[in-house]
C-alpha cells in the first residue's frame, strides 16, 4: 500500500541536514486543520485532542491554532459534531485556539484562499489520523529549509528518520491518506515535495471516545444549549427561501418528515431555528414522535 508514494520521486539533496538544522524561531502562527465529511465526531474529535495534547507535551503549542472543517451532508452528524467540538474545546481549555466550521466541499483549499492574512502555513491533517508534535515541526522546518516549495505533503512510510523527496509527475500519492502543509504566500513557480515520515498510527495515543448516544438534529431544535450554541456558529444570515413551507412541515409532522438535505436547510437558517425552538418550547411539538420516546 505504501509503494506508490515512493513511485517517481527522487530525494532533494542533502535534505536531512537542513531540515534538522532547521531553526524556527518565530515561524508562526500555524493553523492545523481538520476537514470531515460524516464521519464519527467523537472519533474525530479524540484525534483532535491527541495532537493538541501532544504539541502542548512537546511547548509547541503556541504557535498552532486547531481549525475543523466540516463538510458533512448528514444533518445528525453536523449537531453532533458541533457538541463534540464544545466539549473538546472545554475539556482542553482552547477556546481562543480551536475552532469549528461547516462549509461546502473544497473547505480546505478554500480556507488557504481565505485565510493567507492570517497564517504562515496550514496543516491539513489526514483523514482517520492524528499526528505528533514530532512530525508536524520536521514538516515546518522543511518547508522553512526548502523556501521555494509551497505544499508539502506527509506520507507515513515504515523509515527510521525523515527524508524529504520531490514528486517528478503530478498524482504520485493518495492525497486522502497523508498529512498537507501548504505555504499561505503566493509563490511564482509552485513547487511540492513529500515528507517521507515513520507510521505513528499505532503509537500516538488517543483518548478514547464515549459509548453515549450522539446528539442529533432534533437537538439543535429542542435543548436550549445545543440550538445556543449552534446559533453562535450560523452568525448573521440570510433566511432561506424555504423557510415557512420547511417549518410548517415540521411542526405538523416532526422531523421525520424531511429529507436531510430539508434539515439542513433549517440547520442554515438562525431565523427559522429561533422560531422553531421556541415553539417546540410552547408546546407545538408535543405530538412528535420523537419527543414520545
Known amino acids: 500500500m505504501l509503494r506508490a ?26 493553523a492545523v486543520v481538520f476537514t470531515i465529511a460524516d464521519e464519527d465526531p467523537p472519533a474525530v474529535f479524540a484525534r483532535v485532542e491527541a495532537t493538541y495534547q501532544s504539541l502542548q507535551t512537546a511547548g509547541e ?15 445528525d452528524r453536523r449537531v453532533a459534531e ?4 464544545s466539549e473538546a474545546r472545554r475539556r482542553l481549555d482552547a ?39 514530532a512530525v508536524l515541526l520536521h514538516a515546518l522546518a522543511a518547508l522553512e529549509a526548502h523556501r521555494d516549495l509551497s505544499r508539502l505533503d506527509i506520507v507515513p512510510a515504515t523509515v527510521a528518520t525523515v527524508r524529504l523527496y520531490e514528486p517528478v509527475f503530478p498524482g ?6 497523508h498529512h498537507r502543509v501548504a505555504r499561505l504566500e503566493i509563490l511564482p513557480e509552485r513547487r511540492r515535495a513529500v515528507l517521507l515520515v515513520p507510521d505513528e498510527s499505532t503509537t500516538l495515543p488517543v483518548p478514547p471516545t464515549s459509548q453515549s448516544a450522539p446528539p442529533a438534529f432534533i437537538d439543535a431544535l429542542v435543548d436550549p444549549a445545543v440550538n445556543a450554541m449552534h446559533l453562535r456558529l450560523l452568525g448573521r444570515r440570510a433566511r432561506r427561501a424555504a423557510a415557512d413551507r420547511l417549518s ?8 421525520t418528515a424531511l429529507s436531510d438535505a430539508e434539515k439542513m436547510e433549517i440547520l442554515e437558517d438562525p431565523q427559522t431555528l429561533r422560531e422553531l425552538h421556541a415553539a417546540v418550547w410552547s408546546g407545538a411539538a408535543a405530538n412528535w414522535p420523537e419527543r414520545a420516546s
Open 95 to 133: 477556546p481562543g485556539r480551536m475552532f469549528y466550521r461547516h462549509r461546502a466541499a473544497h473547505s480546505f483549499a478554500r480556507f488557504c484562499r481565505t485565510r493567507s492574512g492570517d497564517y504562515r502555513y496550514a496543516i491539513s491533517i489526514a483523514r482517520e489520523r492524528a499526528s505528533s508534535a
Open 5 to 30: 508514494p515512493f513511485a517517481g520521486l527522487v530525494m532533494l539533496r542533502s535534505s536531512e541536514r537542513r531540515i534538522e538544522d532547521t531553526d524556527l524561531t518565530g515561524t508562526g502562527p500555524v
Open 248 to 255: 410548517a412541515k415540521l411542526l405538523e409532522h416532526g422531523p
Open 82 to 85: 458541533e457538541v463534540a467540538w
Open 61 to 75: 503549542l503556541e504557535r498552532f491554532d486547531f481549525h475543523v472543517l466540516s463538510e458533512s451532508t448528514d444533518p
Open 172 to 177: 504520485a500519492n493518495d492525497e486522502r491518506h
